[in-house]
Structures are given as structure tokens and as C-alpha cells.
């Protein structure tokens, strides 16, 4: 079998670690990446990574630059979380018939937000005959797959119930700011409030599920408080005062008929005692998951991409979900 | 869209709970039954399952009888555990062009036992057009696909282990009696060492696994011993005095390069404390999952059957693995 061609789009930390990732499987070839900063353009991917393995492969402005030194069959796309944004960069991107594999978390399910922009990414990707999914860990597995997996072994779902915790000590600087991290807690939540802090995806990870169920959501709610440091707090990262916010609860209900049959409740905050994620199918029969110690975060994010890429060119061309797809497998 | 014409093939119990199962779905149209039974063939539906949603529909002595009422797009298949039989009976209906779900163990991976066989009925189905699938509960969930589905967040997998302990207390008479209740443990063993008594599928879930993560298996080893009874036990359907067999516990073990990096551990007897289904991976995240209370057995493994038949429809034609249609989902 020949190695699929990969390239990777936008050479942030997320960018970085899945070209690393991709770069250990041996059915994939590493033909370069694109990025807009002037100070990687041009240069080798190996000297940006440090990754003796990405040797031979280098940078480029634009997806024409790129293409002019070898057409990749899959892009991973880690650049932004907007799903206009990401159109703007995908559509092209597909038209030259080059599958994409994008972390945008709107692009999970994009049917929820841009429904008209869905219908022409997926009309472009079928025309370059070319495959789009969004993934990642949340969203794309632990809030949205791994519930509507279970739910395979069920005779009927009443409602279905998915929390997750994360310590975000243990995770990397950007994550604990967007979480609030000495922000006071109003501050937060106005920022929470304008969509510039918070979680991203939690309404289309319920949108996601509720479209598997064939759930006509009457109400899709979400809301974001702080969580207040009980003590002062010091990572690698941020400094957080007594009474400082140190995190976030998000939380999405939809209702369905009247009726709140579906929750998705987070909480993200330094120091966050037991991380797990855990979901409770009301159904026939029953079923109680716990995954203990939860899902670290960025290794399972660069993970899901990656295992993706062979399991969509396997798909029919057009604008995928994960739960269009083969089960998820490493890969 | 068209309801999916649906029959069943097989009418003991779990063959009349999946019809039963069916006819509450609004995609599903129920259009009949294939049975050898005398006792059965030629009566209506409604009187053998006491379900009025199955009126209209009745019992057939073989395919052709059923053909010569309507087609059916999809035929569920619960009659036998071992592949060559599995396979004589479903070959010809997927020449027909209809496809088949099979709670048949040994069609979850049928390459392990039969690769021969499982060329000859991927050939006949797409010859006509149409899909095979074995699935269930056990195999078909609990020890494989849910394993796998798990292995998507992971950089790479160094090994996995899987314990499902199933209190056979709350199960149907002959799951009872198939784990050994009321012989002897050296009775037991002998007819597990010979086939005749155990779970079905414990190895073809392993090596259904190790398909899936590319693993080439150096070894495959399967024990099964008696669980010996500490105390008189009754249940509605089998009397087990002390030290009597109470029930099993089976083992699979697979070695990659010299190493056992798959474990399938079950435990199924009577009053089993603590049922639930577990699963580590070691790997980069390592993953611990708990489904508490674990899966119940029958009307899961009803559900995994009626599910799965919107799945196939969408796939292309041949014999397919559960891990390479889309995420289980409730239908």
C-alpha cells in the first residue's frame, strides 16, 4: 500500500505535535506544512519541530507553494475555531482535492451553526473529491462519540447525561487563560458571555448527538460560570489569587419535547480534584460509564487527528462526521 | 424515506425479541419470518411473539416462501454460533440481494476461523448487492468494539486488557446452563475443552482487536475453568448445590512478539458480585474505563442487532466488520 501524503496547516503547539505524531506511522509521508508567520516560512520543518523525522520537508506561505512541491492527500487543519473562518481556508483546500482533518470545533457538527456554509463545503469537497471532518478529543470524542457509541447497545435512549473534569494544571498555558485564570470572576463571565472565553463546542457536541438520535432539540441552552479559587494557585503558566477565577463550569441542556433530555456539564479548573469523564444513558438497558482519570487533554487531541486520516479517505468524498465514519481506531 | 422491509431468521427467543424490538422503530417495516419449526411455520406473527404490531406478517419454511410475499432489504439472523453454518444459511440470501445482521459469534471476525469461507461470502454479497454483519453485545460491544473505539484518542497502544464479569443470575435458563450451572467443574472443563460449553467469541473478539491496531498475533490462547459454587444456589431456571459449577471464567490471551499485549478476561456465573464491564489501555494517554453495573446481556445484544441496520444500508456491499461501518448509535 502506498503511504498516504500529509501536510499540516497553521504550526501552533497542537499544529507542531500532530506533524510529530504523523511523522511515527508508517503509512504516512510528511510532505510539508503552511503557515502565514514570516518567521517559519521558508524554513525546514525539521529545524521548527526538532524532529529529525520531518527532514526533507519545509514551510510554505500558501497551499499553491505547497502544491507546487507535492500534492499531499490529507491536510490537518489546527488553525482556528471559527467555522467561517475554517471554510475560508478548507474550501480551497478541498477543491484541489485534498482531504482535511480539522481540530475547528465548530466543524464537528457545522450543520448547527452555518447549515448554508455546510451545504457548500460539502458540495466543494465532493466536486475535488475530497473528504472534511472536524475532530479532536472534546469535541469529537469524550462528549459527543463516546455517549452516541453506547447508545449502539440500547433498545431506546430517554436522555443522556455526560460530565467531564479536568484538572487543567496539567495542561498547557494557553488552556488554563482561556479558562479565566485570574481573570475576577464578572470579568469572566462576560467574557464568557461575548464568546471570548470559554470552552468552545460544547452546544455542537449536544447538537451532535441530538442529530444521531433523531432528537428535534425545542431548546439548546448554554451557560458559563467561573469557578473561584478557594486558595491562591500557581502553575508554570498563571498566578491565581484567592477569589480569582480559576476555571470554568460550562454547561449545555437541550430539551427535547418539553423535556431536558440531554446535559453536558464541564468543569475545567486548576487544580480540579478527581478528573474523569463519566456518562449515564437513561435507556433500556441502562448504562453507567466512568472513565477514570479522565482523557489528558493535548495528546488525545493530536491523536484523534492523526488516527483519522487513514479512516477517511476509506469514506465517501463530501463533509463527514464522526459518527459518519469507521469507529475511531488508532491508527 | 422508505421504511427498511425487515425479516428475521430464527425465531427463538432473542430472534422474537429482536422482531419484537423492530417493530417498535418508525424506519422499520416488518415483512416476515423464516423458521424450520412445524410448530411454527405458517402461523402469523402476531401469535407467535403476542406483539399486535407484527400483524400481517407470518412464518415461512424457507427463503423462497418468504421472497414469494415480498422482499425484505434487510433479514436478521439469530440461529447458529459457528461460521460454516452461519455461512450456508445467510450465502444464499445475500445472493438475493438482501443483507444480513447475524448475532452468529464466530461471523464478528470470521477471518480468524475461516478465512476461506469469509472470502467466498464477501464475494457473494457483493455479488448481490448486499451486506453481512456479526455483531452483539458479546462479542460485538463489550470486549471489542468499545476497546477499539477507545484506542481513537491514543497516540499509540502498547497493550489492552478487558474484564467483563456478568452476573448469570439475572440472565435467560440457557445462558444458565451453556456456563456449566449444576455439573461438575471437571464436567465443565471437558465440554469447554471440547466446544460444547462457554462463551462464543472471546477469541474472535482478540483477534478482531488485534485486526484493527495491526497487530500480528504470534499466539492466541483461550482457558476457560469452572467458577465452583460456594453455597447452594437457585435461580428460576437451574438448582446448583456447593461445589457444583456455578458458572465460568474464560480467558483469551494474545501475544505480539513474544509479548501479551491483549487480555480478555470474563467471568459469568451465578450471583456475581459487582457485574461490570472494564477495559485499560496502556497507552499514550493511558485510558481506564468502567461501565458500572456493566451491559445487560439480552436486551443489548437485541439492540446491537436492530441498530446496526441503518449502519449497513449506507455501507458499500460485502462482508463487513463492525469497525468498519459508522459508530454504533440507537436507531
Redesign the interface.
Known sequence: MSKIKIAQFGLGPIGIETLR?AA?KPWAEIVGAIDIDPEKVGKPLMEITGDTALRGASVHRSLDDLMAKGCPDVIFHTAVSKIKDACAQIEPIVRQGISVVSSCEELLFPQLREPELAVKLDQAAKAGNARVLGTG?NPG??MD??P??????????RAIHVQRVVNASTRRGPLQKKIGSGLTPAEFERLFNEGKAGHAGLKDSAALIAH??GWKLSELTETGKAVVASRDIRTRHVEVKKGQCCGLHQRAEATVDGEVRLTLDLKMYLDAPNPHDACQIE???????????G??GD??T???L???APRILKSPPGLLL?????????A
Chains 1, 2 share one sequence.
Open positions: 505524531l511515527t478529543v470524542f469524550v462519540l463516546l452516541v457509541c453506547l447508545t449502539g447497545v440500547c433498545r431506546n435512549v444521531c438520535l435507556g433500556d438497558p441502562p448504562l453507567n460509564l466512568t472513565l477514570n482519570g482523557v489528558a495528546a488525545a493530536v491523536a484523534s492523526v488516527n483519522a464522526m459518527t459518519d465514519i469507521a469507529v475511531p481506531c488508532a
